[in-house]
Structure formats: structure tokens, C-alpha cells
């Protein structure tokens, strides 16, 4: 049973260019809501992460936009560089039960 | 501060043979929690402890695996008779309390 469903699988930007990946989720009782980075050979690393208390969290160069009504939130990545080519994953949790999204490799062309 | 450490960060094992992978949490975290992926797939979560205690065992198969996370040392999780479908990185994640989970650098298993 997949919980959190993300998209796309894979996604090409070009340098500069506003990066978008996608998720929804089912569980209603899911309260946080983080974004993870993973380069090649490496663990994944917290990024960013939302609360459903809001709509809208920015950290620099990366926002989160969540929507509770239709449970979705997305990553956006404005002025997208090549060094942030890697895989992200969204997740979802309540308590300790967190679950992955499938991950979105992105590669940011120079 | 030390991050979550994991070793070996690469483990070799013929087809029969055991496997023991460790995880040292975070200073201060006393939760673990211990994923599966596979190259080019999301991180599969397998089972989740406290000290001495484990809280979720539901993503972990029911014969060869087993976890364990005891009052002194690592966290080990044991696979038993390894077989080549086992070959994956096993990430290990702690947190301090039920929230954000800080991952280690993972180990790679290959099964030969």
C-alpha cells in the first residue's frame, strides 16, 4: 500500500530553471511533512520540511507549497543549480511512521 | 556532533553466509529506525526501536531478518542465510523524539 505517491520520477532542468516534484498523500493522521536530498552513495538529508498548520515554508533557494485540502505538497527549487542535481524524496509522517515517496531524480544541465 | 554513524560502509557476502550491519544513533537520540533501498527505488522502511525495545517490526520479512538496539552499543540488524535478493543499501535513521529523522551513510550489502 503505497501512502505517499510522488512525481515525477525523473526530471530535467535547465540551469536557473524553477525545479517542481509533486506529492500526495492518503493518511489524514499525517502531520510532518520533510523533503530529503540524496547524492549518489550518500544517505538521504533533511532539506526542508512543513507542518500542516501551513501553506508555505521557504528556505532559501527551496519551498515547500502544501495543500491539506487536497493532500499534496510540492518542492519547488528556483534558480535550479547543477549541484542540485540529485534524488529527493517526500514523506509524510505521524508520530514515528514515516513513509517515503519514491523518489525524483533531477538533473540540473549547465 | 557526530552524525549516525554506520559501518561497514560496504559488506561482501557469499550466498548462506551471515550479515551484521550497525548503526550508532546521534548523541541523544534514542530511536532508530532501520530502511531497505534498492537501486533506483524510495527507501523501504523495515523496523523502528527504542532502546532494548522494538516499537514496529511490520517492514521487516518474517524469517532471516532480525533487529535488535540494546541499552549499550550500536543497533545491529542480523540477516541470516543471506541470499542474492538481500544485496541493497540499508540506511539506518535516529531521532531524538518522534520527528525528524537524521540518516546515517548507509551500508551496501552485496550478495554474492
Known amino acids: 500500500q503505497q501512502q505517499v505517491k510522488q512525481s515525477p520520477q525523473s526530471l530535467i532542468v535547465q540551469k536557473g530553471g524553477i525545479s517542481i516534484i509533486n506529492c500526495a498523500y492518503e493518511?489524514?493522521?499525517?502531520?510532518?511533512f520533510p523533503w530529503y536530498q540524496q547524492f549518489p552513495g550518500k544517505g538521504p538529508a533533511l532539506l526542508i520540511a512543513i507542518r500542516p498548520d501551513v501553506s508555505e515554508k521557504k528556505e532559501g533557494r527551496f519551498t515547500i507549497s502544501f495543500n491539506k485540502s487536497a493532500k499534496q505538497f510540492s518542492l519547488h527549487i528556483m534558480d535550479s543549480q547543477p549541484g542540485d542535481s540529485a534524488t529527493y524524496f517526500c514523506a509524510a509522517s505521524k508520530d514515528n511512521d514515516m513513509r517515503f515517496g519514491a523518489g525524483t531524480r533531477l538533473t540540473v544541465k549547465p | 556532533n557526530a552524525g549516525v554513524m554506520q559501518n561497514p560502509r560496504h559488506l561482501v557476502r557469499r550466498r548462506g553466509q551471515e550479515a551484521r550491519l550497525r548503526c550508532s544513533p546521534m548523541?541523544?537520540?534514542?530511536?532508530v529506525y532501520w530502511y531497505r533501498q534498492l537501486p533506483e527505488e524510495g527507501l523501504k522502511f523495515m523496523v523502528y526501536?527504542?532502546?532494548?525495545?522494538?516499537?514496529?517490526e511490520s517492514g521487516m520479512p518474517k524469517e532471516r531478518f532480525s533487529a535488535e538496539f540494546p541499552k549499550e552499543g550500536p543497533s545491529i540488524l542480523r540477516i541470516q542465510q543471506v541470499v542474492r535478493g538481500d544485496s541493497a543499501a540499508y540506511f539506518c535513521a535516529s531521532s531524538r523524539s518522534q520527528e525528524t529523522q537524521y540518516f546515517g551513510p548507509g551500508t551496501r550489502l552485496l550478495v554474492l
Open positions: 493518511n489524514t493522521a499525517f502531520d510532518y
Open positions: 526501536l527504542q532502546k532494548e525495545n522494538i516499537i514496529d
Open positions: 548523541k541523544g537520540h534514542s530511536h
